[in-house]
């Protein structure tokens, strides 16, 4: 006997449309009687007219992530709740197998794109002006390549902030309160679903950007494609999700790149392997699994690294302060060479972990440091993106607090900090011949750095004090404000002395 329809299943919710309700249904019945609904009213509606209610009960009903804060199809919707039978139905109905709309995808990927005004990276609950006019402001600012090297302007902005080492101040997505915008694909591989993948796959959802194939054509971003627009892809949501074999299958079953870089997000495109070791915990056994399989990988490029900032995975690696994981990848610390900042292994291990790691009523280390060494995506270093973060109207002030005006407490390092940092710069100093006179683009050295830490490991200013050039960089070495790693230690100790507040 067929499924009767109610008044409940005409009318959906307020996020979720009727289909969206229904494709979540184990009881495979309701989607179908309610397809066959949509499809038998859609002909006696004239030509022209959009009936809303019939329309909520399409296959693609999807909802709108800037409206109601998720991004969400039936189909996406079927796969989560992992109803096959919904699947089929949806894609046999005619579900666009993207599992979300070009429209939607490219409205969430242009809060990624560089150069854009700082309001889009709070624009949660509103649609965003479309690429092209986002890319226009980019190019007034100086980009007109969003792969470019960075600009004089993106340089001075960082002195105005705490932005990490890998990437610009105002980390993409940061601050978004919706969800991620994925396609059907994505959704499956996180999932760890090869089933739903295949049936999605074989409807001919586009995979164009992901495939090792496309290799050669990655720099020619296609934004009519939308595996190219999305700012992820399935092999990363798959590592993201700890989903080994999935990962497996999607570099060996069905041929995804181990080096795709998602260009729709330029200043966080990440590789899957300095994906792994950025965004999620290598000491999780499945998402270890996931990087032994990358690192297996006869194509995988070790050395691949993120556009703009240059970012190579033991960067990453160290910044963990973790010599076991580095003691377990298989590149040689030469190979990590420095940053588009000029960072190298040695600066990038002596970095603070966040802005509370310096004493902030000290002027002379607010003046010369501001790059965090965090991997953390979401944490703040102030409550505005910048550059709006200058602005008196927002109630903020400085983000660089002046002496005597203290914003947040200073936290002082642990002793497992400490001795996870001395560990980590022992393995440097033996392992790699690093020059510590060398200077970022701040002019700073690791030894600055160290000297500006509150409650620094006195040994670990003196490992570096040891090596070849240590004493001169440590007493001559002046960064972009005069400074020199022991007029930053003698300060801060002075500073100290006063006590913390």
């Known amino acids: ?45 004239p030509t022209g007219r959009v009936d809303r209610s019939l329309e909520a009960c399409s296959p693609n009903a999807n909802t709108m992530g800037p409206i109601y804060g998720t991004y ?88 105005k902030g705490f932005p990490r080492f890998w990437t610009e101040p105002n980390v993409p997505g940061q601050r978004l309160r919706l969800s991620k915008a994925l396609t059907a694909l994505e959704v499956a591989a996180g999932l760890g679903n090869e089933n739903l993948f295949r049936l999605v796959r074989d409807a001919g959802a586009d995979e164009s950007a992901w495939l090792s194939t ?30 080994p074999a999935m990962l497996h299958k999607l570099l060996h079953v069905y041929h995804y790149s181990p080096n795709y870089l998602p260009l729709a997000t330029p200043t966080a495109a990440l590789p899957p392997l300095s994906f792994a070791l950025l965004r999620c915990d290598p000491h999780n056994p499945d998402i270890w699994a996931c990087i032994v399989h990358l690192l297996q990988h006869p194509d995988l490029d070790q050395h691949l690294r993120s556009p703009i900032f240059d970012i190579h995975p033991l960067h990453l690696a160290v910044a963990r302060h973790d010599p076991d994981l580095l003691s377990r990848l298989p590149m040689p610390l030469s190979t990590a060479g420095t940053t588009a900042l000029g960072h190298s292994l040695l600066h990038i291990a002596s970095l603070p972990l966040t802005s509370d790691y310096i ?10 440091i501001h790059c965090a060494r965090t991997l953390d995506s979401h944490w703040l270093s102030h409550a505005f993106p910048s550059p709006m973060h200058l602005s008196p109207s927002n109630g903020t002030g400085l983000t660089r607090p002046i002496p005597g005006q203290h914003i947040s407490p200073t936290i002082p390092l642990t002793s497992l900090e400490q001795e996870a940092q001395l560990s980590t710069l022992h393995l440097l100093v033996r392992a790699v011949s690093l020059d510590v006179r060398a200077q970022d683009v701040d002019g700073n050295t690791a030894l600055h750095y ?5 409650n620094v490991d006195p040994r670990a200013l003196q490992l570096l004090r040891d090596v070849e050039g240590g004493e001169e960089a440590y007493n001559h070495s002046r960064n972009g404000v005069g400074l020199t790693p022991r007029s930053l230690w003698e300060s801060n100790k002075a500073q100290s002395s006063q006590g913390l507040g």
Do not use: W
């Open 1 to 45: 006997m067929a499924y009767r329809l109610t008044r409940k299943d005409l009318q959906g919710t307020f996020e979720d449309s009727a289909t969206i309700v229904a494709a979540r249904n184990p009881n495979s019945a309701v989607l179908e009687a309610l397809l066959k609904h949509y499809f038998t009213h859609l002909e006696s509606v």
């Open 72 to 159: 969400e199809s039936p189909l996406t919707a079927a796969i989560r709740a992992n109803v096959p039978e919904n699947v089929r139905a949806l894609l046999a109905a005619g579900a666009d197998p993207t599992g979300t709309t070009l429209h939607d995808l490219s409205d969430y990927a242009v809060r990624f794109i560089r150069g854009r005004d700082a309001k889009t990276d709070m624009s949660s609950f509103a649609l965003c002006p479309p690429r092209e006019q986002i890319l226009a402001v980019a190019e007034g600012k100086g980009i007109t390549q969003q792969t470019q090297p960075l600009t004089q302007a993106e340089l001075d902005e960082r002195s």
């Open 214 to 243: 496309s290799e050669a054509s990655r720099a020619e971003f296609d934004d009519t494609k939308p595996s190219f627009i999305s700012t992820s892809s399935p092999v990363h949501e798959a590592i993201k999700a700890g989903q």
């Open 359 to 368: 004493d902030q009523k000290n002027l002379d280390s607010v003046q010369s």
């Open 450 to 454: 160290l000297a500006a830490t509150v």
